[in-house]
C-alpha cells in the first residue's frame, strides 16, 4: 500500500519534467516541418516559469477555483493510473478537470472564450465515449476495470485490441486540440476564436493550466505504453510512435468543424471501438 | 443501542398509521382553517411529525435488522370491501373528471379499467380478506426517507412560492387556491408512504392510483387551457398504467392464489415461473412505465412543468415517478434470470439515452430538468434489468442521491423564476451577477448530478461495472452519461457566463422559507455524498441482501466490492477539496486583480451594449448566446421514431413472455 503512494509520488513529482521534454520535442520537430529552427527543447520549462512570475490578473474567483481543480485532476488522474486503480473512475476524474475548465472559460466575459468553451463541449462528447469503450475492452479481457489487472494480464492489450491504439492517437489529438480537431482552442492564437476557452487565462493561471497539460500528455501516453505493458520499451516505444503520429497529423492537417470531428469521432471513431468490442464479446473471456 | 430500545415496542402498524394518514388529517386541516398563520403553522408541523416518523422507522430498522411487517386482523372490518370501494371511489372520481372536462380518452380508459378492476371483484372471492398489512424492508425505509423528508422540505418551500404565485397571477387571500393545494399536497405524501410499506397488492394499487388522481388535481392547479389539457393527458397515460396494474393483480389472483408481495416473491419465481406470472409481471412493468413517464409515456410528465414549481419537485424528486421504479425494484426477484429483464434493462437504457439527447435541445430550463429526471429513471430500470446486486445497489443510491439533487435544482428554478420571471435558460445568463446565491446553489445541484466525487456520478460507474454482461445495454450506459455531461454543462455555462461590461454582483435577499428548505438539500447532497462509503454498507447493502435472499440460487451474502469501491476516495475527496478552496482562501483575487475580457479587434460602445468595428467600417454589436444543435436534436425531428421504438420494447417485453 505504502509502496503504491510512494511510486504515484515519484509519477507525479517526475511527469512534468517528462512532460516538459515531449511538449518541447513536439515544437522543435514541428518547427522543423515547417522549416522553422524553432525554439530550445527546454523551452516550455522557461514558458512556464515565466508564466508564474507575471502579475497575478483573474477575472473571477471562479476561474482559479476551476484552474486548481483542473490541474488536481490531472494530477489525481495520473497518481491512480500508477496506483493501477479503476480506470472508469479515473476517466471521470479525468472529465471533471474538462469541465471544470470548460466552466472557467464560460465564467468570463470574452466572447472568444465562451465560444471556445461551447465547442470544448463538444471535443468532449466527441471523444469521451472512444476511452469509456477502451477500458470497456480491458473489462471483457480481466473481469475488471482496475489498471492494476491489465498488468497482470499476459498478452500485450494492442494485439487484442488493436483499434483501440488508432482511437487512444485520435483522443490525444482532440485532447491536446492539434489539427485537425483543434476547434476549441490551439496552441497558436492565429485563428478566429484567438486562444479559444483559454482566451482570459493568464500569468500563474495560464502557467499551472500549463503544467497540468504537461501531467495530461504523461497521462495519455501512459495509456498507451498500458496497451503493452509486457515489455515497457516496446510500450514507450508504441507510445512515442502515437505521439508522432499526432504531431504529423497536427501539421499536415487543416483545422476542421466542429461538426465535422463529433461525426468523424462518433462514426469512425466508434465503429472502430465498437467492432473491436464485438471481437472481444465474440472470443474473449468473460469472467464473473 | 439502549437508548433505541423503547422504539422497538413502537408498533409498525402504529408508524404506518402516522406515516400515511398525519397528512391527510393535518391536510385537513390546512383546508379547513383558512387562515395564513394556520397554513403556515399546520404545513410545517405536518412536515416535521412525517420527518420523525420517517427517521424512527429507519432507527427501528437499523436498529433491529430484519424487516418490520404486521397485519391488521382479518376479521376486524370487511377489508375486502373497503379497498375495493375506495378503487371504485377513485374510478369514479376519474370518470367524472372526464366527463367534467369532456376528455373521451381518460373516459374510455378508465371504463376499461372500472371493467377489470370489477372482474378481479368478482372473480377473486376466493382470496385472503385485505387485510392491510405492512411491510418495512430497507428499500421500504429509503423510500419513506426520501418521500416523508424530502416531501416534506418541498411543502414547506411550497408555502412562500404559492403565496407569490398566487399574487403574480392577482388571486386574493379571500379566493385563494393554497388551502386545497397544500390538502392535495399532504394526502400525496401520505399515499406515497402507503404504496412503499403496503404489502397486499391491492393495497398498493389503490395507494397508486390516488398518486394518480392527485398527481392530476396538482398538475391542473392553475386552471388555464393548457394546464387542463397536459393535465388530462397524465391522467389517461397514468389511468392506462393503472389497467395494467390491475391486470396483473387479476392474474396473480388467478395463478398465484395470492396479492401479498412477499408471498409472491417466495412463490416460483424467476426461470420457474409459469407463464400467465411472467405475463402479470410484464403488465406491472407496462404501469411502471408509465408512472416513471418512460418513453413513449414521458410526455406526461414534460406537460406537467406547466404546475406551480413545488408540484414539480414533488412529482420528480421524491412521489409520483418514483413509484414505478420502487414497483419494479421491490418486483426484481422475481424476473430475476428471464429474457423479461433483459428486455426491461434495454427498454430503460433507451429512454435513458434518448431523453438526454433530447435535453440537448431544450432551452426551457424545466424541460431540461424533465428530460433528465426521464433519463435518471430509465437508468435506475436498466440497472433493475440487469437485476445483479451491484446494478440493483446503484439502483437504490440513484433514487437518493437524484431525489435529493433533483427537488434542489427544481426549487431553485423556482426561485429564480421568481426572480427573472422566466424560466428559459437563455434568460438565465449571467445569472451568476445577478442571483449569486442561488446561482451557487444551483450549480452545486448541478455538479452534484454529473461530477465526481457526487454520488450519482458514483451510482453511475456502479451501473456500467454491471452492465458488462449485457453489451446493448452497456452501449446506451456509456452514451447516455456522455450526454448527460454536454446537457448539464451548457446550462452550468449559460448560468456563469455574461457579455462584457461592468456589473457589480449583489447578494440577493431570499425568503426565510426558501432559504432554509435550498440550504437543507445543498447539505444534504454534497455530506450524503462525502458519506457515500457508510450510506453504501448501512443502507444500500442491507437493502440489496434482502432483495437477493429471495433469489433462489443467489441466496447468501451479497459482495458489493468493486473496483470502483476500492479507490482511494479519501486522497481524491481531500485533493478535490483542497483544489476548490485553496483559491477561495489563499489566493482569493483582490478587486483590483480583476480585470476585463480581452476582446481583440476595434471596439465601440454601441446602443446594445459592446460592439466592433467591422469590415467596411460597419458597426456591429455584440450578443452571446447558447448552442442548442436545434438542427440536429430537436424534438420535433426525434420524438415520434424514439417513441415508436420505445413501445416496441415495450411489445418486446410482452413478447419475451410468449416466446419463453
Known sequence: MMAEYLTALAAVLAAPFLGGILMGLDRVVSARLQSRQGPPLVQPFYDILKLFAKRRMAANTFQMISVSVYLASMVLSLALLVMGQDLLVLLFILALGNIMLILGGFSVKSPYSQLGSQREVIVLLAYEPLLVCMVVGTYILTGSFSAASVFGLERPLALSMPAFVITQTLVMAMKLHKSPFDVSASHHAHQELVRGIYTEFSGPQMAVIELAHLYELVLLLGFIVLFWHTNLVVGIVLALACHAAVIVLDNVSARMTTRWMFGFTWSVGLALAAANLAALYATGPLPR | ?660
Not at chain 2, 258 to 273: C, D, E, F, H, W
Request: aromatic share 10%; glycine share 8%.
Open chain 2, 1 to 660: 443501542m439502549g437508548l433505541l430500545e423503547p422504539l422497538l415496542k413502537i408498533s409498525p402498524l402504529t408508524l404506518a398509521a402516522v406515516l400515511v394518514f398525519s397528512p391527510a388529517l393535518f391536510g385537513v386541516v390546512v383546508f379547513a382553517v383558512r387562515t395564513k398563520w394556520s397554513r403556515k403553522g399546520v404545513v410545517t408541523v405536518a412536515g416535521w411529525v412525517l420527518t420523525l416518523a420517517a427517521i424512527t422507522v429507519f432507527a427501528i430498522a437499523f436498529v433491529s435488522r430484519t424487516a418490520l411487517s404486521a397485519t391488521l386482523p382479518a376479521k376486524a372490518a370487511p377489508w375486502s370491501m373497503i379497498v375495493a370501494g375506495g378503487d371504485l371511489a377513485l374510478l369514479a372520481a376519474i370518470l367524472v373528471i372526464a366527463v367534467r372536462f369532456r376528455s373521451a380518452m381518460v373516459f374510455g380508459v378508465a371504463l376499461v379499467q372500472l371493467a377489470v378492476v370489477l372482474y378481479a371483484e368478482l372473480t377473486g372471492g376466493h382470496a385472503a380478506e385485505a387485510a392491510p398489512s405492512v411491510f418495512i424492508d430497507w428499500l421500504s425505509v429509503v423510500m419513506v426517507m426520501i418521500v416523508s423528508v424530502i416531501g416534506s422540505i418541498i411543502a414547506v418551500y411550497g408555502l412562500p412560492y404559492m403565496k407569490e404565485h398566487e399574487r403574480h397571477l392577482g388571486i386574493d387571500e379571500a379566493g385563494s387556491h393554497r388551502p386545497g393545494f397544500f390538502l392535495t399536497m399532504l394526502v400525496f405524501l401520505g399515499a406515497m408512504n402507503g404504496l412503499v410499506i403496503s404489502d397486499d397488492l391491492r393495497w398498493v394499487f389503490f395507494f397508486w392510483e390516488v398518486t394518480t388522481l392527485c398527481s392530476f388535481l396538482l398538475i391542473r392547479h392553475d386552471g388555464t387551457d393548457l394546464a387542463n389539457t397536459n393535465a388530462l393527458r397524465a391522467l389517461w397515460m397514468n389511468t392506462l398504467g393503472g389497467v395494467g396494474f390491475a391486470v396483473a393483480i387479476v392474474l396473480f389472483g388467478a395463478h398465484a392464489h395470492t396479492y401479498s408481495v412477499q408471498a409472491l416473491l417466495r412463490s416460483p419465481m424467476g426461470a420457474a415461473a409459469s407463464l400467465p406470472i411472467l405475463a402479470a409481471l410484464a403488465c406491472l412493468m407496462f404501469a411502471a412505465f408509465t408512472k416513471s413517464a418512460q418513453m413513449p409515456f414521458h410526455s406526461w410528465l414534460l406537460g406537467a412543468m406547466v404546475a406551480p414549481t413545488p408540484v414539480s419537485a414533488l412529482l420528480h424528486s421524491s412521489t409520483m415517478v418514483k413509484a414505478g421504479v420502487y414497483l419494479l425494484m421491490r418486483f426484481a426477484p422475481a424476473f430475476h434470470g428471464t429474457q423479461l429483464s433483459n428486455v426491461l434493462a434495454i427498454a430503460g437504457g433507451f429512454t435513458f439515452v434518448a431523453t438526454a439527447f433530447l435535453a440537448i435541445g431544450q432551452t426551457n430550463a424545466k424541460k431540461i430538468l424533465a428530460y433528465s429526471t426521464i433519463s435518471n429513471l430509465g437508468l435506475i430500470i436498466a440497472c433493475t434489468g440487469l437485476n445483479r446486486p451491484l446494478a440493483l445497489a446503484a439502483a437504490v443510491m440513484l433514487l437518493i442521491f437524484h431525489a435529493l439533487s433533483k427537488g434542489l435544482l427544481f426549487m431553485a428554478c423556482g426561485v429564480v423564476e421568481h426572480g427573472i420571471h422566466s424560466r428559459d435558460i437563455e434568460d438565465m445568463q449571467g445569472l451568476v451577477n445577478r442571483m449569486p446565491l442561488t446561482t451557487l446553489i444551483m450549480v452545486i445541484g448541478i455538479l452534484s448530478m454529473l461530477l465526481p466525487p457526487f454520488g450519482v456520478l458514483i451510482a453511475k460507474l456502479a451501473a456500467i461495472e454491471a452492465s458488462v454482461h449485457l453489451p446493448l445495454a452497456m452501449g446506451m450506459l456509456v452514451i447516455g452519461s456522455t450526454l448527460t455531461v454536454a446537457f448539464w454543462t451548457k446550462w452550468t455555462g449559460r448560468l456563469l457566463a455574461s457579455e462584457p461590461g461592468a456589473v457589480h454582483p449583489k447578494i440577493e435577499h431570499l425568503h426565510v422559507m426558501y432559504f432554509v428548505p435550498l440550504v437543507l438539500l445543498t447539505v444534504g447532497a454534497v455530506a450524503f455524498s462525502l458519506a457515500v462509503f457508510p450510506l453504501l454498507t448501512e443502507l444500500v447493502e442491507p437493502a440489496v441482501t434482502q432483495y437477493y435472499a429471495l433469489v433462489p440460487g443467489a441466496a447468501g451474502g451479497v459482495d458489493l466490492s468493486t473496483d470502483v469501491l476500492a479507490v482511494p476516495w479519501l486522497l481524491v475527496f481531500g485533493v478535490m477539496a483542497t483544489a476548490v478552496l485553496a483559491p477561495v482562501l489563499v489566493a482569493r483575487t483582490r478587486p483590483d486583480e480583476e480585470v476585463g475580457a480581452y476582446m481583440c479587434g476595434e471596439q465601440i460602445e454601441t446602443p446594445n451594449g459592446s460592439g466592433f468595428i467591422t469590415v467596411a467600417e460597419q458597426s456591429c454589436s455584440l450578443s452571446i448566446r447558447g448552442h442548442y444543435f436545434e438542427r440536429y436534436v430537436g424534438e420535433d425531428r426525434h420524438t415520434l421514431w424514439m417513441s415508436l421504438v420505445a413501445a416496441s420494447l415495450i411489445a418486446g417485453m410482452f413478447g419475451s413472455v410468449a416466446v419463453r
